[in-house]
């Protein structure tokens, strides 16, 4: 081979060599871009995930330490100084940026949320006790409550986001294990004494088998 001819094959194995490079550092570039991007969307949406939750665990934490005030007039009436909690999350969020497992405990939340709800709304009240709809209410949103605190601490610890800042003199986790507590005392107290209710005997008798020893043959 003549020197030029050498020379136009080197010039040409170095341009391919460089433009494979080239492209290579394009691609790399483009998937640290496309990377990127979905790490930033990914925080944001733990971010706004974090911040709806936590509006959650406020509003729980009213409702589970909120108490009825009765018309004085009329005792079967009362108000509460509280709505029943709500939950907004990320509106078309996509979910398959987080992990399976949390991004499903984030969208069974407004689930356990509503339960809680219907079953609250399907108490039928009456005076005096409303059938405990004040006391169900109270231990119902402390355990919800505590949990979205955990799924909170969860969404922050595997994204590196900073925890919610809170006042020194307002510790919701304490608070709601507390009202947890009270309220298992108070659901232990109810049993007990319905078990030491007599009851009261029947005087219906019964059609069908017998309700005393049979006699003894005497023969």
Not at 101 to 122: G, H, K, T
């Amino acid at each position: 081979m003549i020197p030029f001819e050498l020379a136009a094959v080197t010039f040409a194995g170095g341009a391919l060599v460089g433009a494979t490079s080239i492209g290579a550092w394009l691609w790399a570039k483009g998937e640290l871009v496309l990377r990127s991007s979905d790490d930033e969307a990914t925080r944001d949406l733990a971010m706004q995930s974090v911040l709806a939750i936590d509006d959650l665990v406020g509003a729980c934490y009213i409702a589970a330490h909120d108490y009825p005030e009765y018309d004085v007039d009329e005792p079967e009436n009362f108000f509460l100084h509280s709505d029943d909690p709500v939950l907004v999350l990320p509106k078309d969020a996509d979910w398959s940026l987080l992990n399976r497992d949390l991004a499903d405990e984030i969208r069974w939340l407004p689930n356990r949320l509503r339960n809680v709800r219907d079953a609250l709304e399907s108490i039928e009240i009456e005076p005096p006790d409303f059938n405990d709809l004040f006391e169900h209410r109270q231990d119902d949103f402390a355990r919800l409550g505590l949990r979205a605190m955990d799924l909170v601490e969860r969404i922050c610890d595997e994204h590196q986001l900073p925890l919610p800042s809170r006042p020194n003199y307002y510790d919701p986790r304490s608070e709601f294990t507390a009202k947890i507590s009270e309220m298992e005392e108070f659901w232990k107290r109810r049993d007990q004494s319905a078990r030491q209710v007599p009851r009261e005997p029947s005087n219906v008798t019964p059609i069908f088998g017998r309700n005393t020893a049979p006699e003894s043959a005497s023969t």
